[in-house]
């Protein structure tokens, strides 16, 4: 009976997903519904065959776990530089009553074991790019897009590409068509980015929320590459046919001239990644504690009652009201409060379990208004804490609906890397940059849902 409900709700969650998609659209009349079913289909067959079908997940479990290996690995050239020491350096989560729940570890865990994963994977990146392997990996997936969905061959290399290597660096793969593409082509590379996530920050997610969920950050990429076509074809679909190029070749530019290169680059793109997430952290966590600290401070001047405890009066704030009415998780009027107010309907949506939609749904909040990171540190310091006792199936769906690009700074990341590539495609990003959000997140959200049916 469980299952039937979640197969229900599943599937009304897709279906407002769609809906919402539909609405948006610049030409209903011309949107290709057999490539929007094509599109789903593909997502649900993946996903079953990945999660359910045991040789075929061996096959992905192994490449999870091969990557997760590669973090040890990591780990060693951290540790030469500096030390085992952060090993120890942990403290348990304070609120500075300001309501902000600060990350399980301490900050130096995250600055010298974390981020030097992402340059790492950066610089391993860049070697099989060089080698030609991922190439070959990009080509089979595009090839298999093309089929079900009758995409052109631009489309289906750069939403292949964005599985494996990320926004900034797919447009490479295709950078001989880009100055030829149509508007629908555009959105659709667009979205695609912002639905996906590159592999040096897969390493960056696995680090944070723990390795036995690298074979669902693998899948959540992997899925959510059709999710993005469907999303963008419906919202931006193709009016002119004609104009779109069917050629699958990969150009056979190389990331450097020899190998040593190759790693340098790579590990020079991995540093600018890795300080740029640094930095980004340090400014919106410090941005989110200021806004929680004024938020707070205002509600608790707010008086509701006068209550008596141990005989002695004292003030029923609204601070106090909203922990009453949170079970307790959450300290009293903050910026999760307010965003899990706005995203709790699309949390229900998506199969989070009734008592878990707020808290959830401020992990979406927080990923599309700040970004992903933030959404995947919080979402580990809830599974820490005792108190809060998210379900295994609210973390599942929590884990694949974080898992994308789609948030606000990323609009300029793809409108500075795509234009630097082709510059006369620069209007048509700016245009199109805000609906590419809105898709991407769209489509995390329908990754999300068919999750939440699969994985029991």
């Known amino acids: 009976m469980d299952f039937i409900i979640d197969i229900l709700r599943g599937g009304l969650g897709i279906a407002v997903m769609i809906g ?23 997502q649900i067959v993946l996903a079953i065959l990945i ?13 999870a776990e091969a990557f997760v290996s590669l973090l040890g690995y990591a780990e060693a050239g951290a540790n030469f530089l500096f030390g085992s020491w952060p090993n120890e350096a942990y403290i348990q989560s304070t609120n500075f009553d300001t309501g902000l729940q600060i990350p399980y570890k301490l900050g130096y865990m995250f600055a010298f074991k974390v981020l030097p994963t992402v340059i790492f994977f950066s610089a391993f990146s860049a070697i099989l790019y060089y080698l030609g392997i991922l190439q070959v990996i990009i080509y089979a997936f595009a090839k298999v897009m093309s089929k079900v969905m009758k995409l052109s061959g631009a489309e289906s290399l750069a939403a292949a590409a964005n599985v494996f290597i990320g926004q900034t660096e797919a447009p490479l793969v295709i950078k001989p068509f880009l100055e030829n593409m149509t508007r629908s082509e555009i959105m659709c590379l667009m979205t695609g980015g912002m639905a996906t996530i590159a592999g040096g920050v897969f390493a960056l997610f696995v680090s944070i929320i723990g390795d036995e969920y690298a074979i669902h950050f693998l899948t959540a990429s992997i899925i959510s ?13 193709e009016v002119d046919p004609d104009q779109t190029n069917e050629n699958l070749e990969i150009p056979k530019d190389k990331i450097g001239n020899n190998l040593l290169d190759a790693i340098a680059i790579g590990t020079t793109d991995g540093v600018k990644l890795a300080v740029n997430v640094g ?29 008596v405890v141990n005989g002695i009066t004292e003030d029923y704030t ?3 009201k909203i922990s009453d009415l949170t079970n307790g998780r959450f300290e009293g009027f903050n910026l ?6 706005m995203f709790a309907p699309i949390a229900w949506l998506l199969g989070v379990d009734s008592s878990d939609i707020l808290l959830v749904g401020q992990l979406l909040g927080k990923k599309t208004v700040i970004n992903e990171v933030i959404g995947y540190i919080d979402l580990q310091g809830l599974m820490a804490n005792p ?32 234009s630097s ?12 940059g805000l609906k590419a959000l809105i898709g991407g997140t769209i489509a995390c959200f329908i990754t999300g849902a068919i999750a939440g049916v699969i994985v029991q």
């Open 318 to 320: 609204f601070n106090n």
């Open 20 to 42: 919402v998609c539909y609405l948006l659209s610049n030409n209903r009349s011309a949107i290709n519904w057999r490539l929007v079913l094509g599109g789903l289909v593909l």
């Open 387 to 418: 108190e809060v006792k998210l379900s295994p199936k609210s973390i599942i769906i929590a884990t694949y609906a974080l898992c994308g690009f789609s948030n606000f700074s990323s609009i300029g990341i793809q409108i500075g890397g795509i």
């Open 279 to 307: 930095a980004m952290l340090l400014v919106f966590i410090s941005l989110v504690a200021l806004v929680n600290g004024m938020l707070f401070f205002f509600a608790d001047i707010i008086v509701l009652d006068t209550v």
């Open 336 to 341: 999760e409060y307010i965003l899990g107010l």
């Open 225 to 237: 590459a059709p999710a993005a076509i469907v999303a963008a074809k419906i919202m931006y679909p």
């Open 421 to 432: 590539l082709a510059p006369n495609q620069r209007p048509t990003l700016t245009e199109l």
């Open 51 to 63: 999660l359910k079908v045991p040789f075929i997940y061996g096959f992905f479990n192994f490449i």
